[in-house]
C-alpha cells in the first residue's frame, strides 16, 4: 500500500490534481503515464470507477423494482432531492473525513464534535441569539480539532487511540452539558432564524446551467490545449465535461424552477472548495506528499505537522458545522444525536477509495460513497425492506468495496516488482 501511495503522490506532484478523475492522474498512474497515453483501461477499472458503477447500478435495480412494484417513480426530483437532503449532513464531514485520512491520520470523534455543536448551539440560542449560539459552536468544535491534532502529533499517540477516546469523552461532555436530557430552543425568533438557516431551498437553474457550461467549455479548452500540445487527452478534462453535462442534465429534469434544499447547496459548496485546494493548489498537493511519504515531504521542507494539525482542526470544523445544522432542522438535541455516525462517514471515505494509509483520496468519490449509502437506506424504505436486513446489506457493501480496492492495490503492487 505504501508503493501505491507513493506513486500516487509522484503523479499530483509532479502534474497537478492527483486524486482520480475528477482531476489529474488517477491513484498510481504516473506522470510519465500521463504524458506518453492515457491508461483508459485502469482509470475505467472498478478501483478507479467503482463507487460510480455501484451507484448507477443500484439506481437503475431499485427504478426497474419500483416500477415492476407500481411504486412511484424512484427517480423523480422530488426523491432525489430527498436522498441529497439526507446525505447533506454525512457528507459535509465525509468530505473533511477524505482530507484528514489522505494526511494519513483518523478522526473516529467527528460525530460526538457534531452532537457537542448542536448542543451548545441549543443550549445558547435562547440567550444570545441563533448567531453567536452558532459561533460559540464552531468555536467548541475548533477546538476539539486542535486538541485531538495536538495530543496526536505532539505527543505521538496514535490517532485512533487518540480520537476513540475523545469520542467517548466528548460524548461524556454532551450528557454532562445536557444533564442527560432533551434541549429544545423556546424562542419564536430563534426558531425562526434556524428555520432561515436551515429549512427551504434555493433555486439553482440558471446559476446550475452557467457552471455546467463554464466546466464544459473549461474540459474542452484543456482537452484542445494537450492536443496543440501533443499530450494525451487529461483525465480532468473527461471529469470537467462529465461533470458539466452531468449539471445540464439535471437543469432539464427540474426546470427553470429546479431548486436544492440549502444543506444540499452547503454540501455542494464545501465539496468544490475543497476539491479545488486538493486539485489545483501547492497546498492540495503537500497534502498528498504529507499522507503519502511523510519523510520525503519534511525534506522537501512541508511543514508536515502543520498540514496534519490543520486536518484535524478541518475535520472538527465541519462536523461541527454539521453539528449546527443539525440542531437547526430539529430546534432541539438529544445527549444521543448522531451516535453511530462517524461509522458511515468513515465508511463513505472508504466506498470512494480513500486510502487508510494516507496519500490517496478524492473528495468527489467520497460524496459518491455517502450519496451510495443513502441511496441503500433509501431504496429500503421504498421497497419496504426490513430494517434487519439493512445493516446486512450495507455492512457487505463497505467490506466488498474495501476488498475490491485491497485486491486491486496487491495486484498493481505485484505487477509495479
Avoid at 6 to 13: G, K, Q, R, V
Wanted: aromatic letters at 8%; charged letters at 10%.
Amino acid at each position: 500500500m505504501n508503493m501505491i501511495t507513493s506513486t500516487h503522490h509522484s503523479a499530483s506532484t509532479s502534474g497537478g490534481a492527483g486524486n482520480g478523475p475528477a482531476g489529474g492522474p488517477p491513484a498510481g498512474v504516473s506522470a510519465s503515464t500521463e504524458q506518453t497515453g492515457t491508461d483508459w483501461r485502469r482509470l475505467l477499472s472498478l478501483r478507479e470507477m467503482g463507487v460510480y458503477y455501484a451507484l448507477i447500478l443500484l439506481v437503475l435495480v431499485i427504478s426497474a423494482v419500483t416500477v415492476y412494484t407500481g411504486r412511484p417513480n424512484y427517480l423523480s426530483i422530488a426523491n432525489v432531492s430527498n436522498v441529497l437532503y439526507q446525505s447533506s449532513l454525512v457528507g459535509i464531514m465525509a468530505v473533511a473525513m477524505t482530507v484528514i485520512l489522505i494526511t494519513g491520520n483518523f478522526d473516529l470523534s467527528v460525530a460526538s464534535v457534531a452532537a457537542l455543536s448542536a448542543a451548545v448551539l441549543v443550549g445558547l440560542a435562547d440567550m444570545i441569539g441563533f448567531w453567536p449560539a452558532a459561533g460559540v459552536a464552531m468555536i467548541v468544535s475548533i477546538v476539539a480539532g486542535l486538541l485531538n491534532g495536538a495530543i496526536v502529533q505532539y505527543l505521538g499517540i496514535n490517532a485512533f487511540i487518540v480520537t476513540l477516546g475523545t469520542l467517548t469523552a466528548i460524548r461524556g461532555v454532551v450528557q454532562i452539558y445536557t444533564d442527560g436530557r432533551s434541549l429544545s430552543v423556546e424562542s419564536p425568533d430563534v426558531l425562526q432564524s434556524m428555520r432561515a438557516f436551515e429549512s427551504g431551498r434555493i433555486a439553482i437553474a440558471i446559476p446550475l446551467a452557467i457552471i455546467g457550461a463554464l466546466l464544459i467549455a473549461g474540459g474542452v479548452w484543456s482537452a484542445l490545449r494537450a492536443r496543440r500540445e501533443t499530450r494525451s487527452l487529461p483525465v480532468a478534462s473527461v471529469g470537467m465535461i462529465v461533470g458539466g453535462v452531468c449539471a445540464l442534465a439535471l437543469v432539464w429534469a427540474g426546470g427553470v424552477s429546479f431548486a436544492m434544499p440549502k444543506p444540499v447547496i452547503y454540501m455542494a459548496c464545501f465539496t468544490a472548495v475543497v476539491w479545488f485546494v486538493l486539485t489545483m493548489t501547492n497546498v492540495g498537493r503537500r497534502v498528498y506528499a504529507v499522507g503519502g511519504n511523510p519523510e520525503a515531504a519534511r525534506l522537501s521542507g512541508i511543514n508536515v505537522r502543520r498540514y496534519k494539525m490543520a486536518g484535524f482542526v478541518l475535520c472538527s470544523a465541519a462536523a461541527g458545522f454539521g453539528g449546527v445544522l443539525f440542531g437547526s432542522r430539529l430546534g432541539a438535541v438529544n445527549p444521543t444525536a448522531m451516535q453511530g455516525a462517524e461509522l458511515t462517514v468513515i465508511a463513505s471515505a472508504i466506498l470512494g477509495g480513500t486510502s487508510l494509509f494516507g496519500g490517496a483520496g478524492s473528495v468527489v468519490k467520497t460524496l459518491a460513497g455517502a450519496l451510495l449509502l443513502f441511496t441503500l437506506t433509501n431504496g429500503f424504505n421504498i421497497l419496504n425492506l426490513g430494517a434487519n436486513y439493512q445493516g446486512v446489506i450495507e455492512g457487505t457493501v463497505v467490506v466488498t468495496a474495501a476488498a475490491i480496492y485491497t485486491v486491486g492495490g496487491t495486484r498493481r503492487r505485484g505487477k509495479g516488482r
